[in-house]
């Protein structure tokens, strides 16, 4: 299986872009990647069950999600292993910067802002390659 960025479309309505899924080259059957399943179930609950038509991008509301979609926009043809690298680099840099920017938020005492960050930071730091691709790829 491969992973790979794709489109979900909700109630024929809404378009969900870059939703990391593990692909099946040989089946066409794919896979919505774990770690990002419940930000995915809370964005379609959210919607409700008569959505207006709209575009939305998953990225927005999964920090994971983002990271993937940046690394393989930028490395198109990486290996798992270049990819995994890069994925470890790119997740550590950006908990930095969550990590910076809460400091931020703290000295403005934005409650919401920290509330957000740290939903942020959360969708990242559980994230283990091996745990999710070892079986996959």
Known sequence: M???????VYAKKVEIRNVPVFACTACVAYEVLQPVKPDLTECISKLGERPVKQD???????ELADLFHEQLLAWPDATDQEMEYRMKEAVQERINLLLDIMG??????????????????????????????????
Do not use: C, P
């Not at 491969?2 to 979900?8: G, K, M």
């Not at 939305?56 to 999964?62: A, D, H, I, K, L």
């Open 56 to 62: 939305v991008s998953f990225g927005e509301q999964n």
């Open 2 to 8: 491969e992973l790979e960025l794709r489109t979900v």
């Open 104 to 137: 931020y938020a703290r000295q403005a005492e934005d409650k919401a802002w920290m509330e957000d960050i740290q939903r942020r930071l959360g969708q990242l730091s559980g994230f283990v390659w091996q745990a999710h691709f070892s079986n996959a790829v």
